[in-house]
């Protein structure tokens, strides 16, 4: 089992940024993929950003350039630093970590960000 914690959602003007911390404990043994998901009101859950382990990371077209995700092992914690945010970022940002086995498949409980104009 893993228990993912999320912080550092919140208000911020457009062009601001805001840095999403994810906090994982548990056994990661199974662990291969950390990511971040968002969900606007009526919208479908999409994927924000992805890392692997070993390194390579993935992200959406709608935000490359100005997020970053990384992880501190020695924390087992997953980060999503947003910069030069827009109002069509606004979401429910949630933290995903996932195993290629069934099952293992682990969401936080989600951190609302918002972005006035």
């Known amino acids: 089992q893993v228990q993912l914690v999320e912080s550092g959602g919140g208000l911020v003007q457009a062009g601001g940024s805001l840095r999403l911390s994810c906090a994982a404990s548990?056994?990661?043994?199974?662990?291969?993929?950390m990511g971040w998901y968002r969900q606007a009101p009526g919208k479908q859950r999409e994927l924000v950003a992805q890392?692997?382990?070993?390194?390579?990371?993935i992200y959406a077209d709608s935000v490359k350039g100005r997020f970053t995700i990384s992880r501190d092992n020695t924390k087992n914690t997953v980060y999503l630093q947003m910069n030069s945010l827009k109002p069509e970022d606004t979401a429910v940002y949630y933290c995903?970590?996932?195993?290629?086995?069934?099952?293992?498949?682990?969401w936080g409980q989600g951190t609302q960000v918002t972005v006035s104009s």
């Open positions: 995903r970590y996932w195993g290629r086995t069934l099952g293992n498949d682990y």
């Open positions: 548990g056994s990661m043994f199974s662990i291969n993929f």
């Open positions: 890392i692997i382990r070993g390194g390579p990371t």
